[in-house]
């Protein structure tokens, strides 16, 4: 049957399985936009307040629920908007497909009305990205980029359509998703394994670090049998968290910059290091000379290109970790070890996280919060103090459950995201942690949550600084307090309401409780500006470009 353009982008869609898309229209993407109230029914369109927004909702989307998230814009600023999105996306792995429609074909290159080049800008951050200028191109172009979005490691994918292409006309003919790209997979050897039974064996102190890949790829099941068996303590990285279940009594919690004590030092003196799905960022292993250097290291990943990028390993495997942790798991004999785990317990207890109880501090809300939600929420994060406070102080048993920007480190990316998660899973609890800073970039789409009723929480930390900045221009910058005082009269209370929202103002402890049960109670969305000291600080820490043993806190400034 022949179809336009712009239908066949939206059958396409329907093809994937696609029921819900994030966007913001122009003159360019119209015929995409009529195609797609054409298909109301089967599509949900929501339209957020800023491309930078659906952007942000799409891959919170993604993150909750492993599938493709899809966001939508038209030409010039319009695409350009998508790009921090994109780009937040991209460092984190996380499955989206962009599309955006450009000026017509004869206009290209002619520096005409809201032009540009998306896709020679979001090359460098996408997995693959497209101007499709044939329209017998287009059907086979988007199924492609959702086939790439998906495999091996997942990623965002860009593709840009003039509006001609849109509105011209071809045989359209539907298929099954991919069928029309097989996945070569690299074949996982039993030499392979059988190398790493032998590590795993010659081991006395062996330590497991949980990366983003063990989320992706869906292997909790097998990393809690390969823990069981191995008998490890185990850490994990921001994005990591969930995989693991951080009720467990060998979980040490987070390593890295602001990671325990007890798991810096438990990776520092262990004899062999399982890095399982991470990409070793310079947050995590601190100065990479000194990372875990007693150890043997051994690294399960998806990307080949990841292998010695950052850490010298002593032998990888390379293939999606749920795959290899079962086979290693059907040959792994059950290990012992007491002592080390005994030790790495002690460490727990005499390095365990500590903050002020007497006021009212994120610690404390973020405890508070996973007390009345036990556990069961889904958190999303900007960035920033916060963002280490909710890793820290917040319990998480089940991957999927954090949502953070962890690669880029985008400011402005929660509302977004808690958005799209709410979206994907209606029923449960969604909380923004957003530092006041964070909050006032992409405040608006609580309109968005307003103009649908998506009831999300957005919890505002407001210390009236950019108070990771902050921290850093304490200790390393003389207290010199260089554009990071947020002082005006912005009432984020009548901000949201004059969004359309709820909000609360929180200014003591005994204010916490009523207003956190307020709001997980609420059917609208609500937001709850809290008030603390500017100058709380997130411990541990370890300086930049120190040793991970390093890690310091208040008591150790104090000797």
Same mark, same amino acid.
């Given at each position: 049957?022949?179809?336009?353009?712009?239908?066949?982008?939206? #059958?396409?869609?329907?093809?994937?399985?696609?029921?819900?898309?994030?966007?913001?229209?122009?003159?360019?993407?119209?015929?995409?936009?009529?195609?797609?109230?054409?298909?109301?029914?089967?599509?949900?369109?929501?339209?957020?307040?800023?491309?930078?927004?659906?952007?942000?909702?799409?891959?919170?989307?993604?993150?909750?629920?492993?599938?493709?998230?899809?966001?939508?814009?038209?030409?010039?600023?319009?695409?350009?908007?998508?790009?921090?999105?994109?780009?937040?996306?991209?460092?984190?792995?996380?499955?989206?497909?962009?599309?955006?429609?450009?000026?017509?074909?004869?206009?290209?290159?002619?520096?005409?009305?809201?032009?540009?080049?998306?896709?020679?800008?979001?090359?460098?951050?996408?997995?693959?990205?497209?101007?499709?200028?044939?329209?017998?191109?287009?059907?086979?172009?988007?199924?492609?980029?959702?086939?790439?979005?998906?495999?091996?490691?997942?990623?965002?994918?860009?593709?840009?359509?003039?509006?001609?292409?849109?509105?011209?006309?071809?045989?359209?003919?539907?298929?099954?998703?991919?069928?029309?790209?097989?996945?070569?997979?690299?074949?996982?050897?039993?030499?392979?394994?059988?190398?790493?039974?032998?590590?795993?064996?010659?081991?006395?102190?062996?330590?497991?670090?949980?990366?983003?890949?063990?989320?992706?790829?869906?292997?909790?099941?097998?990393?809690?049998?390969?823990?069981?068996?191995?008998?490890?303590?185990?850490?994990?990285?921001?994005?990591?968290?969930?995989?693991?279940?951080?009720?467990?009594?060998?979980?040490?919690?987070?390593?890295?910059?602001?990671?325990?004590?007890?798991?810096?030092?438990?990776?520092?003196?262990?004899?062999?290091?399982?890095?399982?799905?991470?990409?070793?960022?310079?947050?995590?292993?601190?100065?990479?000379?000194?990372?875990?250097?007693?150890?043997?290291?051994?690294?399960?990943?998806?990307?080949?290109?990841?292998?010695?990028?950052?850490?010298?390993?002593?032998?990888?495997?390379?293939?999606?970790?749920?795959?290899?942790?079962?086979?290693?798991?059907?040959?792994?004999?059950?290990?012992?070890?007491?002592?080390?785990?005994?030790?790495?317990?002690?460490?727990?207890?005499?390095?365990?996280?500590?903050?002020?109880?007497?006021?009212?501090?994120?610690?404390?809300?973020?405890?508070?919060?996973? #007390?009345?939600?036990?556990?069961?929420?889904?958190?999303?994060?900007?960035?920033?103090?916060?963002?280490?406070?909710?890793?820290?102080?917040?319990?998480?048993?089940?991957?999927?459950?954090?949502?953070?920007?962890?690669?880029?480190?985008?400011?402005?990316?929660?509302?977004?995201?808690?958005?799209?998660?709410?979206?994907?899973?209606?029923?449960?609890?969604?909380?923004?942690?957003?530092?006041?800073?964070?909050?006032?970039?992409?405040?608006?789409?609580?309109?968005?949550?307003?103009?649908?009723?998506?009831?999300?929480?957005?919890?505002?930390?407001?210390?009236?600084?950019?108070?990771?900045?902050?921290?850093?221009?304490?200790?390393?910058?003389?207290?010199?307090?260089?554009?990071?005082?947020?002082?005006?009269?912005?009432?984020?209370?009548?901000?949201?309401?004059?969004?359309?929202?709820?909000?609360?103002?929180?200014?003591?402890?005994? #204010?916490?409780?009523?207003?956190?049960?307020?709001?997980?109670?609420?059917?609208?969305?609500?937001?709850?500006?809290?008030?603390?000291?500017?100058?709380?600080?997130?411990?541990?820490?370890?300086?930049?470009?120190?040793?991970?043993? #390093?890690?310091?806190?208040?008591?150790?400034?104090?000797?």
């Amino acid at each position: 049957m022949k179809l336009t353009g712009a239908d066949i982008i939206v #059958e396409c869609l329907l093809e994937q399985g696609v029921d819900t898309v994030f966007g913001y229209p122009g003159g360019a993407i119209l015929n995409v936009y009529d195609s797609l109230y054409k298909k109301s029914d089967k599509i949900h369109h929501y339209l957020t307040s800023h491309e930078q927004g659906a952007s942000h909702a799409a891959d919170g989307y993604a993150r909750a629920t492993g599938k493709v998230g899809v966001c939508l814009a038209t030409s010039g600023p319009g695409a350009t908007n998508l790009v921090t999105g994109i780009a937040t996306a991209y460092m984190d792995s996380v499955p989206m497909v962009a599309i955006t429609c450009n000026v017509t074909l004869p206009l290209l290159g002619k520096d005409s009305f809201q032009e540009v080049d998306i896709n020679g800008i979001a090359m460098p951050v996408t997995k693959h990205s497209w101007i499709v200028k044939d329209v017998n191109d287009l059907a086979q172009t988007i199924r492609y980029a959702f086939a790439i979005a998906r495999t091996g490691r997942p990623g965002p994918v860009l593709v840009d359509v003039p509006k001609d292409v849109t509105g011209a006309e071809c045989e359209y003919e539907p298929v099954v998703p991919d069928r029309y790209l097989p996945v070569k997979k690299r074949p996982i050897k039993d030499a392979e394994i059988d190398q790493v039974i032998s590590m795993i064996n010659a081991s006395k102190k062996p330590f497991v670090m949980v990366g983003g890949g063990a989320v992706i790829s869906g292997a909790s099941d097998e990393l809690r049998t390969f823990v069981d068996k191995i008998d490890a303590p185990v850490c994990d990285t921001l994005m990591g968290k969930g995989a693991f279940n951080g009720t467990d009594s060998r979980y040490t919690g987070m390593i890295g910059m602001h990671g325990t004590k007890a798991s810096n030092l438990g990776v520092s003196r262990c004899d062999l290091l399982i890095a399982l799905g991470a990409r070793f960022s310079d947050r995590v292993i601190g100065n990479a000379k000194t990372f875990a250097s007693g150890a043997k290291i051994l690294h399960i990943d998806v990307d080949p290109a990841e292998i010695n990028k950052n850490i010298k390993v002593d032998f990888s495997v390379i293939g999606d970790l749920k795959e290899v942790l079962e086979k290693i798991n059907e040959k792994l004999t059950q290990q012992s070890h007491p002592d080390w785990l005994k030790y790495t317990s002690q460490l727990k207890a005499s390095y365990p996280l500590n903050y002020d109880h007497k006021k009212l501090t994120c610690p404390a809300i973020i405890q508070k919060l996973d #007390e009345l939600t036990e556990g069961n929420a889904i958190i999303t994060t900007d960035v920033g103090q916060h963002q280490m406070w909710a890793a820290q102080y917040y319990t998480y048993t089940r991957p999927r459950t954090l949502i953070s920007s962890g690669g880029l480190g985008t400011m402005g990316y929660g509302i977004g995201a808690a958005i799209g998660a709410k979206i994907a899973h209606p029923d449960r609890t969604v909380i923004n942690i957003g530092g006041d800073g964070c909050f006032r970039m992409n405040m608006n789409e609580l309109a968005t949550a307003s103009r649908y009723n998506i009831p999300i929480i957005a919890i505002v930390i407001d210390n009236h600084v950019l108070g990771m900045v902050r921290q850093w221009q304490t200790l390393y910058y003389g207290a010199r307090y260089s554009a990071t005082i947020i002082e005006d009269k912005v009432d984020y209370c009548k901000v949201a309401e004059g969004l359309g929202c709820r909000a609360i103002n929180v200014t003591s402890l005994s #204010e916490l409780e009523p207003a956190l049960k307020e709001a997980i109670a609420s059917t609208e969305p609500i937001l709850v500006n809290c008030v603390i000291d500017e100058d709380d600080k997130v411990f541990p820490m370890v300086s930049p470009g120190a040793s991970i043993e #390093e890690a310091f806190d208040e008591k150790d400034m104090m000797k």
